[in-house]
């Protein structure tokens, strides 16, 4: 885990002398190790042998794009490669590019120009966003309420939670670009229609913070306060996704020995 007194070493990939040169002037913090790469196919050879805090990728990079540097870098096997933080560097601030560069599996996003503190309040969010991430302990989800609805029929959990497991990351995905485009409609419905699932699953804080962000798109409050709640949605579910997957195992184990009873020797 960094400790908050230890540098950050961060890898930038930028083509472009003019930026090269404002970045390294911006960036020259003693508690930040930087370094640069000119193309997409560097920044993901020196992101997969090296070890970096923080990956910035300009868009328009020369061979791979900044979207499929992104793509590769989280497609990497080494779980502290794949799971680097990335920051999207692009002259394009539509909703539909941030989303874009979400969907690439970027962590945050810079328009340029930007000047010195809007780089800094970036890399410190998505820091301690890092760092909150690394301190959060798993969610285990309660599954008593599921229990009893299922009246102790194991097939039936078995099949909730497989189905639990495959909608609920695609319904993320989903809310995550309804937020992005300022869809109050998406968003208030996705919200919605996830809540039920979470309280199936036991997941009482993340059913919290869907009705929470069901009651903001119905009033049309900000987005701003949205995102941060999906963040905390996102994050708890995700957490949550190893606990289902061990009880699942656990049940379809109960239930295969069930079935083995009455089967003579």
């Given amino acids: 885990m960094r400790t908050a007194n230890k ?13 090269r040169f404002i970045l390294s002037k911006c960036m020259n913090r003693p508690d930040w190790i930087v370094e640069f790469v000119r193309s997409g196919r560097e920044a993901v050879n020196h992101a997969a042998q090296n070890k970096y805090d ?11 794009n900044g979207y499929q540097v992104a793509q590769l870098i989280r497609s990497t096997p080494d779980k502290q490669i794949s799971n680097i ?23 945050g996003h810079l328009n340029k120009p930007f000047n010195g503190d809007q780089l800094n309040n970036c890399i410190q969010t998505i820091m301690n966003n890092v760092t909150a ?19 102790g029929d194991t097939d039936f959990m078995c099949t909730f939670i497989g189905l ?15 937020i992005n ?23 009482k804080e993340q059913h919290a ?24 949605l996102k994050n708890g579910c995700t957490s949550s996704y190893e606990g289902l997957r061990a009880s699942l195992l656990l049940l379809q184990n109960q239930t295969n020995h069930e079935s083995r009873k009455g089967i003579p020797d």
């Fill in 54 to 64: 923080l990956v910035m990728l300009d868009i328009e990079l020369p061979d791979f």
């Fill in 181 to 203: 485009q300022n869809d109050w409609e998406s968003t208030r419905s996705l919200s919605h229609k996830m809540k039920s699932s979470l309280l199936y699953a036991g997941l």
């Fill in 164 to 178: 639990f497991l495959k909608e609920i990351p695609e319904n993320l995905d989903k809310l995550l670009d309804a």
């Fill in 85 to 107: 933080p990335i920051i999207a560097m692009t002259g394009h601030s539509s909703n539909a590019d941030i989303a874009k560069a979400m969907r690439a599996g970027m962590n």
């Fill in 133 to 151: 991430s690394e301190n959060r302990s798993p969610v285990e989800p309660d599954l008593k309420f599921l229990l009893e609805v299922a009246s």
């Fill in 7 to 19: 540098s950050i070493r961060i890898l930038v990939a930028e083509d472009h002398d003019v930026s």
């Fill in 209 to 232: 913070l869907a009705a929470r962000i069901e009651r903001a798109a119905a009033g049309r409050e900000r987005f701003d306060g949205i995102r941060n709640d999906f963040n905390e």
